[in-house]
Every structure is written in structure tokens, then in C-alpha cells.
């Protein structure tokens, strides 16, 4: 006969809620308690109410941030759904030498987003790679200010991490794209539908699960980009810092020995809060279409 | 709704109570207990100090000191610990903020600083009243800051900046490297004729400039209070005026408004640029990057005021051990040590006893050994130049405003007037 006392599953779970409350719990907390707070990292701070929420009303580059972030997301969302989808598709097939096509367009996932970032730093600089072509087949007299342009620099960040995140999202929808029955394509088929209607009417529904859970986090990295526009910005954020991204402010405000850890802890809770729409959105959506 | 009210007030009353009991509040050791210590106690026992970026290049140089250390005062044991350069700011604030920073710890004057106004530091001038009598002006009125009473740290090692040249590039654009410019206005009239002969491929300017080219022009950064900044002036308006239509005319590469990879020095050593600033051991790490270039380069001396760098020691007031930690920061900052160590690189010494060694004013017919000579003049009209008040965010809102300026994305005095209010907003944050 087995024996049970009632902390058994305490004590198995002891460790996982312990762990989750130390790095998890606390922190999150800590950072709710510091945003009415002026603390600076060394000495504390003392209680200011809600003076650090009305700042971020008054922040002119959080604006921007917050514009920056939000283009990110919207650029980022719809290339970065359906790209991986498609390239799952062009690989999917069982032929020969398909793995290297596989390897080739996973390779970037494995990179450090920095070094990455550094790389494309070289090649679109004044005298990078693609300036030099440009000026070479006449299509350009002078460098374009990729990497110093408000927009340029935007769009060149977003294009470095559409590029990087292509393999990462394509594993995913391959891994979907195996669990559609096969007997779905084969009875569309003897019905008569074409490629393009299967793939409206068998492969999409079938993966649209993981095409609400890409979107997401998608979303979530998108609002939360740093390393792309930090690297290729050289930490700047563009002449005027109107190129920055919320978590750049953060990370501007909260370093150093002087680092505004109040004001920090804002502006993470504002970006916390602008991540929870689109996730909102997303399975609100997904649960209209079920 | 009543339960997310509910929430949020609990969460204020506990930031309030957390807060204002005081959480994290620094050190209270008493200056004047600790100094006394250090003025009258026994050296002895264990003492801790940690150097910023010695190993592997200086760990003989250094061991060595620390071996003297001890055969002076035989029964003290010193525990050496060399952070890498790299984060060295957040590794001191991490150990400021734990309560575990060592005995003796290398701290330039704008690290010393904030700990400085939080108390966490010594008034070593206290526990040592000759430190202004041995070491150089310049070096101990960096650790004294405005409106805190004492000496934050022993000056260390001190240095300058040189103007570099590639006599290569001044030459083949029709420039002569003997005449490199000495002012502003020179320095864009032969950007110019260098841009028109090398077609737009070589530049001679690839920096934007920062609060020190507004000190050179007599601009004030700062109040006297230390409260505001005040470097929005005509003056200084005209002042970037003149480098957004030098950007406009092509003389600088794009880069200059991001400090891209391709940095001014970076570009220098590359070949691509003919002008850099460094200090008076430039050639020396030149050579490695780029050894062809390296023997081709000519120093002048830095137009406008040279800026001064200094290194310098400082002791937590939570040391256990004051009288030894004095005791090892005098020893490595005195004249003896310091003049081994300048001997070793090109760096001088802060004491006032080697201002008279031949082996600085006196060059080997290199151009790194001009380089060296160069600097060592410089030093006796070399100032700081950058307040200790502006920390890494100013710092950024600073290079941002300046390049938006230069971009000609906006007014001068716009952006001037933008990198005051928000430097003044986090001076007070």
C-alpha cells in the first residue's frame, strides 16, 4: 500500500517554484516597486511616486522608440510569417542535396546576432559591399547613408533580422508542415484541387496553430529588438537617437554608475504593457477562427 | 477593476515602504576614523587591490611592485586582482554595490566620482596630508570634485593626446606632412585640397566634435555649482555651424555620425583617413595593427588644449585593513614604481619627483619616441576637460544631438539647446 503525506508535491515542485520565484517573481516585482522610485545602482533611492510615468509622457525619444518599435513589429510580422512558410515548402521535398539548401538557410540562426549585425555594418557601410556596387553600376553617385538615414538605418536592421530569423522560423513550420496528413493532399487532389487550393485548404489550416504562435513571437522579439539597431547604430540609435529602440532606452538610462534605475523600470513596464496587445490581438484571432 | 486598484496600491505602499526605509543605503563609516587609522596604524595583515587591464602585458612590471611591497613591510600578505578592460565599470559597480570592493582599486577620476558622492570612498588627503606637496596639481584636482570635501584618490599614471598624421597620405594629396594643421580653420582648408586631389576617396577629418572642442573655444560645459550644463552657446552653435558644412561639402565620411566601425582610428589605421588623435603610445600599438603604416606616421601636438587622463587609486572607506591600503597605494603611485612603469610604455608618471627624468623629455630619433616627447610637453597645459558630472547616458545624448546638427537634420542651436535640457534632466534625475 502506497502512502502519501501531503507535502510530497511540495517538495517535488520545491525546487522549480523556488527557482521561478528568485528569477522570475522577484525581479519582476523589483522592477514594479523601482518604477516609483529614483534608485540609482549604488546607495537606493527614495519613493517619488508616480513621477517616473508622468516623464515618460514628456520623453520625445520614447516617442520615437516606441514608433521605431512598433514599425519593427509591423514590417517584421507579415515578412517573418510567410517567408519561413514558403521556404518550409521549397524545402519539404524529399530530393537530393535538400539538406545543404536546409543547412544553408539555417546558418544564420546560429550566428550571434552582434557578429551578424557587425558583418552587415561592413557591407553597408560608405565603402561597404553593396555601396560599392551601387556606385559601380552607376545606380548611386555618392554612399547611401544606409547605416546614418533614419529610415535607412530602420530598414536595414529590419532586413538584417528577416534574414537571420528565416531559418529559425522555417524549422518550426517544417516541423508543422509534417504533422498535415498526407491522405488530406491526396483526397484534395482526387477532388480535383490544384497547388494553390490545397495550399489554402489543407496545408494552411494545418498549420495554423504554429502560425499564431510564430506571430507571437514574433510580436514579442520585434517590440523587443536591440542588438540589430544597437550594433549597426554603434550604440547611438542614429544621428538624434531617433533611431532607437525602447529596449536601447532602457538600456541607455539603467547603465553605468548613475544609471536611473527608476526611470529604467518604466519605461520595462510600458514595453511590457505594449507587448501584451499584439499578443491580445493574436489569440484573440486565433480563437475567432477556431 | 476594484481587484486591479487593489493591487496597484499595494504595490505603492510597498515601493513606499521599501524605499523609504531606506534600502540599499550606502556605507556610514566614519572618514575621519578611517583615515586616522590609516595614519597611525600598523601595516600589516591582509590587504587586497585591484588594477584595471595589467595582465598579461605588466604582470612582471607589476608582481614585482607588489614583492617590494611586501619585503618593506615583511608579514603583509597582498592579494592582486586584475579585472580585464572590458566592463570593468559594471564589474566596480557590482562590487560598490555588494560591499566587496577591494582594499586599493584602480579608478580614473569619473569612476571615483559617483562613488565619491555616495560616500563609499576615502578622503585619502586625510589620512595622508603630503599627497598634494608629492604629486602633481593636475593629478590630485582630479579627485577633488565640486561641492564634496576631499581627495578621492592617489593620482596614478597620466596621460594626453597627441595629433597623428599619415605623411603617405598628406603627401600624395599634395599636402606637406611637415605642416599639418593647428587650427580649425586650417584643418578644413586642407580637407579640402585633400578631398579635390584624392576625388573624394581620402579624407583628412573623420570626427565629429564633443564637449571638448567647445572647452578649446572657451565655451563653459557646466555651471560652477555643478548643477546645470551651459554649453548652449552662440559660440558653440557657430562651432558645429562649421562642421555640418564641412559634412555638407563631403570633407567627412558618413560615419561620422554614428561613430560606425570604421571609428576615426579605425579608418587611420586602415589608411583610408591622414588624421587621428591617440595617446603618446599610439605608434607603439600601430605597429601591430598595421606595421607599414606605422613608421610613415608624424605627431604635432594636439590642436587646441591637450585633454589630461588619469589613472588613479582609491581606497573604500569599508576597508578592514586602512593603514595597509594607504600604505600600497603610496607604493605603487610613488615615484620609484611609477617612473619603472613609465619606463615600460609610453605613460608618465603623477608625482612631482620624476618631472625632471631625462628619459621623458629626451626622444630616441623614432617617430614613437617624438610621439612621447610630444606628450610629455603637452602635460604641463593638458586640463580635464570633460566635467566628472557627465556619465555614459549624457555622454550618448551629447554625440546624438551633435550628429543630428552635422547632419543638418537640425539647428545648431536646436540640438544644442535639446542636449542641455536633457542632460540637465538626468543631472537631477
Known amino acids: 500500500m502506497t502512502h502519501r503525506r501531503w507535502f510530497t508535491p511540495w517538495l517535488l515542485a520545491g525546487p522549480a517554484i523556488l527557482w521561478l520565484a528568485v528569477f522570475n517573481l522577484w525581479p519582476a516585482v523589483n522592477t514594479v516597486i523601482l518604477s516609483f522610485t529614483n534608485a540609482k545602482p549604488i546607495g537606493g533611492g527614495r519613493f517619488t511616486g508616480l513621477e517616473n510615468y508622468g516623464r515618460l509622457l514628456d520623453d520625445a525619444q520614447l516617442a520615437d522608440a516606441l514608433l521605431n518599435s512598433i514599425v519593427f513589429m509591423l514590417v517584421c510580422l507579415p515578412l517573418l510569417t510567410v517567408l519561413p512558410l514558403l521556404l518550409a515548402l521549397l524545402v519539404q521535398r524529399r530530393i537530393p542535396g535538400i539538406t545543404f539548401f536546409r543547412t544553408a538557410f539555417y546558418t544564420p540562426v546560429i550566428a550571434s546576432a552582434v557578429v551578424v549585425a557587425l558583418i552587415w555594418g561592413w557591407v553597408l557601410d560608405d565603402r561597404g559591399l553593396v555601396n560599392g556596387l551601387l556606385g559601380q553600376s552607376g545606380l548611386s553617385r555618392s554612399p547611401v547613408p544606409f547605416l546614418t538615414d533614419r529610415w535607412l538605418l530602420l530598414f536595414s536592421a529590419i532586413a538584417l533580422t528577416v534574414w537571420k530569423g528565416l531559418g529559425y522560423y522555417m524549422v518550426i513550420y517544417l516541423s508543422a508542415l509534417a504533422n498535415v496528413p498526407r491522405e488530406l493532399h491526396e483526397a484534395a487532389a482526387v477532388d480535383g484541387a490544384g497547388p494553390l487550393s490545397r495550399f489554402r485548404h489543407v496545408t494552411l489550416p494545418g498549420v495554423r496553430p504554429t502560425m499564431v504562435l510564430i506571430s507571437a513571437l514574433i510580436s514579442v522579439s520585434s517590440l523587443r529588438v536591440f542588438s540589430e539597431l544597437y550594433v549597426l547604430s554603434n550604440g547611438l540609435g542614429g544621428p538624434g537617437g531617433r533611431d532607437m529602440s525602447v529596449v536601447m532606452l532602457i538600456q541607455m538610462y539603467s547603465r553605468g554608475f548613475n544609471g536611473h534605475l527608476g526611470y529604467a523600470s518604466a519605461l520595462s513596464l510600458l514595453l511590457f504593457v505594449v507587448t501584451l496587445g499584439p499578443m491580445l490581438f493574436l489569440l484573440r484571432l486565433n480563437r475567432k477562427a477556431a | ?429
Open chain 2, 1 to 429: 477593476m476594484r481587484r486591479i486598484w487593489a493591487a496597484l496600491t499595494t504595490t505603492a505602499l510597498t515601493a513606499a515602504a521599501l524605499t523609504g526605509c531606506g534600502l540599499g543605503a550606502g556605507d556610514s563609516k566614519n572618514s575621519d576614523s578611517v583615515a586616522s587609522a590609516a595614519a597611525t596604524g600598523e601595516v600589516k595583515g591582509k590587504v587586497s587591490i585591484q588594477t584595471w587591464a595589467l595582465k598579461p602585458k605588466f604582470t612582471d612590471y607589476m608582481q614585482g611592485v607588489i614583492d617590494g611591497f611586501k619585503k618593506k613591510y615583511p608579514g603583509v600578505e597582498v592579494d592582486w586582482l586584475d579585472q580585464p578592460g572590458e566592463g570593468y565599470s559594471d564589474k566596480v559597480l557590482s562590487q560598490a554595490a555588494s560591499g566587496t570592493l577591494p582594499d586599493v582599486v584602480n579608478l580614473p577620476p569619473d569612476f571615483a566620482f559617483p562613488l565619491a558622492k555616495k560616500d563609499v570612498l576615502l578622503d585619502v588627503a586625510k589620512a595622508d596630508p603630503k599627497l598634494a606637496d608629492e604629486y602633481v596639481a593636475g593629478g590630485v584636482e582630479a579627485y577633488r570634485y565640486n561641492g564634496y570635501q576631499g581627495t578621492f584618490g592617489y593620482p596614478w599614471y597620466l596621460n594626453t593626446d597627441v595629433d597623428y598624421w599619415n605623411s603617405d597620405l598628406l603627401g600624395k594629396d599634395g599636402l606637406d606632412p611637415k605642416k599639418p594643421p593647428t587650427s580649425l580653420d586650417e584643418l578644413i582648408a586642407q580637407a579640402r585640397v585633400m578631398k579635390e586631389k584624392s576625388g573624394g576617396q581620402d579624407y583628412l577629418m573623420s570626427r565629429k566634435p564633443g564637449l571638448g572642442d567647445l572647452y578649446d573655444i572657451g565655451v563653459k560645459i557646466m555651471a560652477d555649482d555643478g548643477k546645470s550644463f551651459t554649453f548652449n552657446t552662440p559660440e558653440a552653435a557657430a562651432l558645429l555651424d562649421r562642421y555640418r558644412d564641412a559634412f555638407k561639402e563631403g570633407l567627412m565620411p558618413n560615419g561620422v555620425l554614428t561613430d560606425t566601425y570604421a571609428g576615426n582610428s579605425k579608418l587611420f589605421s586602415a589608411g583610408t583617413v591622414a588624421w587621428t588623435t591617440g595617446g603618446g603610445n599610439y605608434i607603439t600599438s600601430l605597429a601591430t595593427d598595421n606595421p607599414t603604416l606605422a613608421p610613415k606616421v608624424v605627431a604635432s601636438p594636439a590642436m587646441g588644449t591637450p585633454p589630461l587622463y588619469v589613472q588613479g587609486l582609491s581606497i573604500p572607506k569599508s576597508t578592514k585593513n586602512p593603514a595597509a591600503a594607504v600604505a600600497l597605494a603610496r607604493w605603487v603611485t610613488s615615484p620609484e614604481n611609477q617612473a619603472a612603469f613609465a619606463h615600460l610604455t609610453s605613460v608618465f608618471p603623477s608625482t612631482k619627483a620624476s618631472a625632471n627624468d631625462p628619459f621623458f623629455s629626451r626622444s630616441d630619433g623614432t617617430n614613437a619616441g617624438n610621439a612621447k616627447v610630444i606628450a610629455f610637453d603637452s602635460l604641463a597645459k593638458a586640463k580635464l576637460i570633460q566635467p566628472v558630472e557627465v556619465d555614459d547616458a549624457m555622454g550618448t545624448v551629447v554625440k546624438q544631438q551633435f550628429a543630428l546638427a552635422i547632419s543638418g537634420r537640425s539647428s545648431s542651436k536646436q540640438a544644442l539647446d535639446t542636449a542641455v535640457a536633457q542632460c540637465d534632466k538626468l543631472l537631477k534625475g
